[in-house]
């Protein structure tokens, strides 16, 4: 995830994404694991899938 940052701050990509910059820090350093709304709003924020595909390859009806 760190390499995702691009060079960009974790307090600038926080802003940006509406998330806290303490919980983006601690996911970070491996300290928690980020919940689905963090990691979908880093996803929209960096433009890059954080979350791995299915590795079965077939989709997953909700």
Known sequence: MVQALDGRSVRSVAAEA????????????????????????LEECLGVPLYPPSSRGRKTRL
Do not use: F, S
Not at 20 to 41: F, I, N, Q, S, Y
């Open 18 to 41: 509406g998330l806290d910059e303490g919980t983006l820090r601690r996911a970070l350093a491996g300290a928690t694991w980020p919940d689905l709304h963090t990691v979908a709003a």
